[in-house]
């Protein structure tokens, strides 16, 4: 969580701006940035602790305009509807307020990097199979490319060069991975997963 905190921390606007959180889990960089000053609004559909609302991005009810940031991790891939969604993201954000998105790409989650998720994840964590193929394909069954996402975004948002890294030792794994998953992105073993890019909304 501190290399995300770190992330999203360089690319907001400085505090007391307003900011809104989408698909914000348990709170804990919601709290982090309202620790630092901002003026947080954190959502989710399936949130149960505070400071997390338990709302969609589509049923915000916030005034047009009231946000000068927006902050998704790993959670616009799971949007639906997407494209009334962002639509509704656009709206709430201000003209020229910031984007920040931090994302997992479905698109380049082939069966090398299934395998060495297997490999290495928590103990008891089956959820999505266990074994390369069915993890793949069941990934892919249920969640937007980020191909899609952005073309979404692009309606409403100029969208900055994205940035590829790491992003499995984050999924449900024992912690210190990162230095691995990097190395075997470097090497060729498995391809970048993750992406990283910010956005301007453009002028209404």
Same mark, same amino acid.
């Given at each position: ?11 907001? +606007? ?35 602790? +505070? ?154």
């Amino acid at each position: 969580m501190s290399d995300v905190i770190a992330y999203v921390r360089k690319a907001l +606007p400085p505090p007391p701006a307003r900011v809104l959180e989408i698909g914000a889990g348990d709170g804990d960089l919601a709290r982090a940035l309202a620790d630092a000053g901002y003026d947080v609004v954190a959502i989710d559909p399936a949130g149960t602790v +505070p400071p997390v609302e338990p709302v969609a991005l589509l049923e915000i009810s916030e005034a047009d305009g009231s946000f000068d940031a927006a902050v998704a991790c790993v959670s616009l891939h799971h949007v639906e509807p997407l494209r009334e969604s962002c639509a509704r993201l656009a709206e709430v954000v201000r003209p020229g307020g910031r984007l920040i998105v931090d994302e997992f790409d479905i698109d380049r989650f082939d069966q090398r990097a299934a395998q060495w998720w297997l490999d290495r994840r928590m103990a008891g964590d089956d959820h999505h199979g266990n074994d390369a193929v069915t993890v793949v394909d069941r990934l892919r069954d249920h969640i937007h490319p980020v191909s899609v996402v952005t073309a979404e975004l692009e309606r409403w948002f100029e969208l900055d060069d994205p940035r590829r890294d790491t992003y499995l030792y984050r999924w449900n794994m024992p912690g210190g991975l990162e230095p691995a998953e990097r190395d075997a992105i470097a090497s060729g073993a498995i391809p970048a997963t993750g992406i990283r890019f910010t956005a301007t909304r453009t002028a209404a």
